[in-house]
């Protein structure tokens, strides 16, 4: 019985040698190359499938995959890589095809020709570039309904901003995971695409200069520097619209414009109030002063931060080319001031100057000269770092928190301000998420084609004209930033920037980022809504008993956003 089972043990063994000597020969089939859109920006997460005769190949991915899989997503840069074992003959006389689908892009299934195969032993190599055309499908429409109806929301403050951001975002990842996960074609945008989108470097600059403004603040210095404008004006009211406007603007450029007009607003107020005139009559240029001023540096206004961290410009990029623009514009403002409240600084009541001085003196003094002068040397040396960007390579949001992370601990050891306070007061945590949640909405547009769509429409409204997209940049982001939140409107364009200096001719020089920063700055002039430093500024006022119409704004600031951008254009097109 023994030699019987072993016997058919043996006959087994027999036949499945000779199967596997019958067997037809295999080869490995190594698939690599690119997945790219319409404007060559690499397309990922793009699913990819092998078919042969039809059929869907089991395959590894990349050389040293070990798990078999039907599909795969391309990665960051678009690039995929796959390894398939497949019979020589079926390969030989067979039809092999790659398979690409991804949402918003019109599917595509491309047969890879026998000519097209690089043999190297039992190894075959091919390798293929594909270009995916755009198609607006159901994900194109829900996220482009979704960010329009956000937008709005933002816009108009129907809903605070960052909860209106945070809807838009959470519908925008609840529809690509449900009926994403029923029908590909509602695929939005994934989790980690969503969480790559968001700017960590913005988030982390705004935080570090926050940080830094909040203990600096408690130190009086603010207020000691409006008391020191009045005594250098000595009772003339124009001379001091200039240098309060000026160190405004001054102020603008190296911290958050809205944090310097909170505490200026009160200070200017009593001032006002002291020489018999409106207080608004000194407000008003200090607004248009502060969004002016914030647009000559990286770290100036949210537009700005947001264009140097998306295209790697430098701090002194900045500075350099625009700097120069803000100075005449600058100047443009203190004509203009005078020519519209000339009248007003002329009825001005000026009967004790001294004795105005010595109160302001007493009342607005420095409150701690150590943590000052300890402020002042960190941020220099923040500022240093800021500077000196195209040397270390060290990105701008280090250096604020490093700053931060310095000035926090000293006041902290020493006891000079209170931790949670300075966490829960003088951190917006609002604002950082708002950043967050509309980099999450940008980022979904963006994905599913809407943004390339504008830039294509921009391209061809320009015709490939460099001066014809300067000014239509430039205008459009000047309108619309003062009828709209500015930082989402920056958001939306930075993409379509990015494209468009690409593909036209000159724009190289960087001539078109600068168009959208002077714009979007420049523009939240225009509207007592068009920046959050107009809103903050004239609601103190309004508290105060000094209310504005927002018409009535508009006739005195509309008219010097529109010099101002007039100035920039020229300069813009003489220079560059």
């Known amino acids: 019985m023994k030699k019987a089972w072993l016997l058919l043990g043996i006959w087994f063994l027999i036949l499945g040698s000779i199967k596997a000597l019958a067997a037809e020969p295999s080869v490995n089939l190594h698939l690599s190359g690119r997945v790219l859109d319409t404007h060559k920006e690499p397309v990922d997460e793009a699913e990819i499938k092998i078919l042969l005769n039809g059929k869907p190949l089991t395959f590894r991915k990349g050389e040293h995959g070990h798990h078999e899989l039907e599909s795969i997503e391309t990665e960051a840069d678009g690039s995929f890589q796959i390894v398939a074992e497949v019979p020589e003959e079926a390969l030989r ?79 925008m990842l609840t529809v690509s995971y449900t009926l994403g996960a029923w029908d590909p074609a509602f695929r939005i945008i994934s989790y980690e695409r969503a969480i790559a989108a968001i700017d960590m470097n913005v988030i982390f600059l705004l935080m570090g200069m926050m940080i830094i403004v909040g203990v600096l603040k408690r130190t009086g210095i603010f207020q000691w ?74 770290i100036g206004d949210p537009p700005n931060i947001m264009i140097g961290s998306y295209t790697g410009l430098t701090f002194m990029d900045f500075v350099k080319n625009l700097g120069p623009v803000v100075v005449l514009s600058m100047l443009a403002l203190f004509v203009f001031s005078k020519m519209v409240y000339g009248r007003d600084y002329a009825r001005a009541k000026v009967e004790d100057v001294e004795a105005f001085i010595a109160k302001l003196r007493e009342e607005y003094r420095i409150t701690d000269g150590t ?3 300890v402020g002042l040397l960190i941020m220099a040396i923040v500022i240093f770092f800021f500077v000196t960007h195209g040397i270390f390579h060290m990105e701008v949001s280090v250096a604020a928190l490093f700053g931060a992370a310095l000035l926090f601990t000293y006041a902290l050891v020493t006891r000079k301000v209170d931790l949670l306070e300075v966490v829960e007061k003088d951190i917006e945590w ?61 958001a939306t364009m930075l993409p379509i920037t990015a494209y468009l200096s690409r593909v036209i001719p000159g724009a190289e020089t960087n001539v078109l980022w600068w168009a959208l920063a002077l714009g979007a700055c420049f523009g ?38 529109v010099l101002s951008v007039a100035i920039a254009n020229v300069w813009l097109l003489i220079f560059y």
């Open 225 to 298: 520097c409006a008391y020191k404008s009045y005594q250098l004006a000595r009772g003339n009211v124009f001379l001091l619209c200039v240098v309060l406007s000026a160190f405004t603007a001054v102020t603008s450029a190296f911290l958050d414009n809205v944090t310097t007009m909170l505490l200026l607003t009160p200070v200017t107020i009593e001032i006002a109030l002291s020489l018999g005139i409106s207080p608004l009559v000194l407000l008003i240029p200090e607004i248009l002063a502060s969004n002016i001023g914030g647009t000559a540096t990286l």
């Open 93 to 171: 006389t067979g039809r092999l095809e790659i398979e690409i689908f991804k949402s918003s892009f019109k599917p595509v299934t491309l047969h890879i020709e026998s000519s097209e195969l690089a043999v190297h032993g039992r190894d075959v190599f091919v390798v293929k570039n594909v270009i995916l055309e755009r198609h607006p499908g159901p994900a194109f429409w829900i996220a482009t309904v979704v960010f329009v109806l956000a937008y709005i929301l933002i816009s108009f403050e129907l809903l605070h901003r960052t909860v209106a951001a945070m809807l838009g975002a959470a519908i």
């Open 430 to 490: 609002t604002t950082l998420l708002f950043f967050m949640f509309l980099f999450i909405l940008v980022g979904s547009v963006e994905e599913t084609g809407l943004l390339a769509i504008v830039a294509d429409g921009v391209y061809k409204l320009s015709q490939g004209s460099l001066t014809a997209a300067i000014c239509l940049i430039l205008w459009v982001a000047a309108i619309m930033s003062a009828f709209v939140d500015n930082i989402p409107f920056t």
């Open 371 to 373: 943590l000052l002068t």
């Open 524 to 561: 939240g002039n225009g509207t007592m809504i068009g920046a959050s430093a107009n809103v903050v500024t004239l609601g103190i006022a309004e508290a105060a008993g000094h209310r504005i119409k927002f018409f009535d704004f508009m006739k005195v600031a509309f008219p010097y956003m």
